[in-house]
């Protein structure tokens, strides 16, 4: 049994899938804020906007012209942060190491529909954002010294999203990102050790316990991780260890789909506002190897801890020491699975 | 020779006190900005507000009356997230692993004057936090069962600050957190390889090559150091290997405030603006056990990046990948060095 007092005393709780631990403070919630408030987001958007360099047919920031796209559209990243062709320089002098690195910035765009986000698209086109991300991981993946793919999402203006129109990046590049590599480590040691996939064993005893499962599918599970940092921090998983998104069938990619939708309903129902976050697909590297050890998940990071407007800050100690949360993972799963599955503009 | 394409394209950077990697994409900082701008700080603030619950006399929100202090003040936090007495219990089922923690918080008011920021006090006002910053190290450091102490300030609304009086904050707790951890490591692994000092050879390093100095006094340097994230962020450390603050001679102690003003001063500014960071102190765990390795540093994390109001997201990438900055760390050293050592708000 779980000693009773972590509900509202401090305790460390360890991420599995990276190794660290993080500081819980249940009691904390209560403090009352007198701190910096954030601007609720914008709705009532246009369906199209003729100033946004993401509708269709519009002109991009960097000169080109949007096709009159109907489906979801990606395109390489006027500002790119990677590039190709950088060579292959390594430096070191004394204690200074630098290497170049190269890669590829991709936007996509989730609807030509400027107004619409993830929970106010249809299933079936949701379906289409996951075949093209499914396409870009595959193309991008396959490309020489590409070894890595990242799909994430960032929503909202204070997740430094500079444009509203529904779309997400991909930064693909040479060597293995930090979070990614902690990751790789946690499950291939697990793999070695049981032959078995730790989120499969991870999942398993959670469907179990039922505290902390938010949504479940006749294929994918979101729950609230046992270790989540940020406030509403959720992961959805498939029940079958999948290495990557490449490898869902049909139904499985639907109902993909259809849990992606209902959780971000949940989101915005939990403080009645298009809720942000920073979503990121983490699955096996296209390094060519095999990765028996990977079981592809999608993770949730909002920052909005008490209302639309009061969010949780990762600043000073979280910043110097270790990630702190004030709300139990507990608590956040009871939260979000007790709302509608119905967006509350729609009630 | 630093390959000098360097300057302009996509590469990594290895933060040695660490071990981890960043990602450098200088020609990233082109992008036009169209996303959320921050509201700049509140300047001309009163010397004593009434509402204020650190001011001297006023009441806290915990209940407790504050002194009439003159000097800096600290006392426990009325909303600490770490608690004494929580027992000392351990959990593991399955997968889920956790652990009672324990500590102590906090707050630390710098002075009694609402309207001041470290820039704005005297030197020997900075020396007098800096006494009362050693003081608690040693105090809290010598409680059973605290093995780690932590200084740190979070300042401005944007850094999650929710009250402008000059405060900072101390978390002290049994276990050693997570960024300490990477640097105890990589600090012992030099120390026994070398019989030197890490930051020591580093620092001796950066001197010669004189191009991420920002200021230099008798016994202390601030530099931005080669593997920076913040766009900003620079690194206060002493001359000579002291492993923690409490080993400060007198004049180390003056010549330490002397450089945290004249750091801070610059910091201000650059964008004319009360400059809001997260700055932390790392020094050695108050454990009982010797730590020759230690050296200890200052570092401030500030986000903004092109103005008063435009800051780094660290989001979406940054959060399931890897740390990246859009500038390099010889830029930023260049704009902070060549700024004056006097306030804007007294030119
Ligand atoms: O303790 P405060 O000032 O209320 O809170 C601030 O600093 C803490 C320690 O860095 C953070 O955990 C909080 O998110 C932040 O808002
Ligand atoms: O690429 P964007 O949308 O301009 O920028 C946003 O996402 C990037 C990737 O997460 C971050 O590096 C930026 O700080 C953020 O503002």
Not at 44 to 54: F, G, K
Not at 95 to 119: Q, R
Not at 212 to 227: D, G, K, Q, T
Not at 240 to 262: C, F, N, S, V, W
Request: proline share 7%; hydrophobic share 35%; with cysteine.
């Amino acid at each position: 049994m779980e000693p009773s007092n972590f509900n509202s005393n401090p305790h460390r709780r360890l991420n599995i899938l990276t190794g660290e631990w993080i500081l819980v403070s249940p009691h904390r919630n209560k403090r009352p804020w007198q701190g910096k408030t954030e601007k609720s987001a914008e709705t009532n958007l246009p369906s199209y906007d003729p100033s946004c360099y993401l509708c269709p047919t519009n002109k991009r920031m960097g000169g080109g012209i949007n096709p009159a796209y109907k489906k979801p559209f990606s395109f390489v990243n006027d500002f790119s942060a990677l590039l190709q062709d950088v060579g292959n320089e390594s430096y070191e002098n004394g204690l200074l190491y630098a290497e170049s690195e190269s890669g590829i910035c991709k936007v996509v765009c989730f609807s030509p529909d400027h107004s619409l986000t993830l929970p106010l698209m249809t299933v079936e086109a949701i379906t289409d954002v996951i075949s093209l991300w499914q396409q870009e991981y595959a193309e991008l993946g396959s490309k020489e010294g590409i070894n890595h793919v990242q799909i994430f999402e960032n929503k909202g203006a204070i997740m430094g999203c500079s444009n509203p129109h529904p779309h997400g990046q991909i930064w693909a590049q040479h060597k293995i990102p930090l979070e990614v590599e902690k990751k790789i480590r946690q499950l291939k040691n697990y793999w070695d050790k049981h032959n078995k996939s730790i989120l499969q064993d991870y999942l398993g005893q959670e469907l179990e316990l039922d505290k902390r499962i938010v949504l479940e599918n006749e294929y994918f599970v979101a729950l609230v991780p046992y270790w989540a940092v940020w406030p509403y921090e959720t992961m959805i998983l498939p029940k079958r260890k999948i290495a990557h998104i490449g490898l869902l069938t049909e139904p499985e990619k639907k109902a993909y789909a259809e849990i992606l939708k209902d959780l971000t309903i949940k989101y915005d129902n939990i403080f009645k506002t298009s809720f942000p976050y920073s979503a990121g697909i983490h699955q096996a590297p296209t390094d060519g190897k095999e990765h028996p050890e990977w079981h592809f998940h999608m993770s949730f990071y909002p920052p909005l801890l008490r209302s639309a407007t009061v969010k949780k800050f990762m600043v000073g100690y979280e910043m110097f020491a270790n990630p702190q949360r004030d709300i139990t993972a507990e608590q956040a799963a009871e939260t979000l699975k007790a709302l509608p599955k119905k967006h509350y503009t729609l009630f």
